[in-house]
């Protein structure tokens, strides 16, 4: 069983930047395909980005493309969401997201956080 718990979310105004973490249990965290995903109010879960087992590969929706970084720490069970650029649009609560597998950008991923709550201000 892995268990994941985001922490870094919160409040920040439009063209700022934030960090999410998302560490992981367990030992196999350099087995885990990681990914993150939002939903804002009302709206479904969409795919935000994707990082492989070494993080070698990365791939992002086109909405954050340029703007957002995923990067992780195999050592430490934790992947990271490096924003930036942030606009009104990007509030969202953000999860994130662990397979053995590789999944994309389709939320049938096997493990889930509990998410994160990111509020961008005009």
């Known amino acids: 069983q892995v268990q994941l718990v985001e922490s870094g979310g919160g409040l920040v105004q439009a063209g700022g930047s934030l960090r999410l973490s998302c560490a992981a249990s367990g030992r196999t965290f350099s087995s885990l395909i990681m990914a993150w995903f939002r939903q804002a109010p009302g709206k479904e879960r969409v795919f935000v980005g994707t990082i492989t087992w070494s993080g070698s590969s990365t791939a992002y929706a086109d909405s954050v493309k340029g703007r957002f970084a995923i990067s992780r720490d195999n050592a430490k069970n934790t992947v990271y969401l490096q924003m930036n650029s942030l606009k009104p649009e990007d509030t969202a609560v953000y999860y994130c997201?662990?397979?053995?597998?590789?999944?994309?950008?389709?939320?049938?991923?096997?493990?889930w956080g509990q998410g994160t709550r990111v509020t961008v201000s005009s």
């Open positions: 997201a662990a397979d053995y597998y590789y999944i994309g950008y389709e939320a049938r991923y096997c493990y």
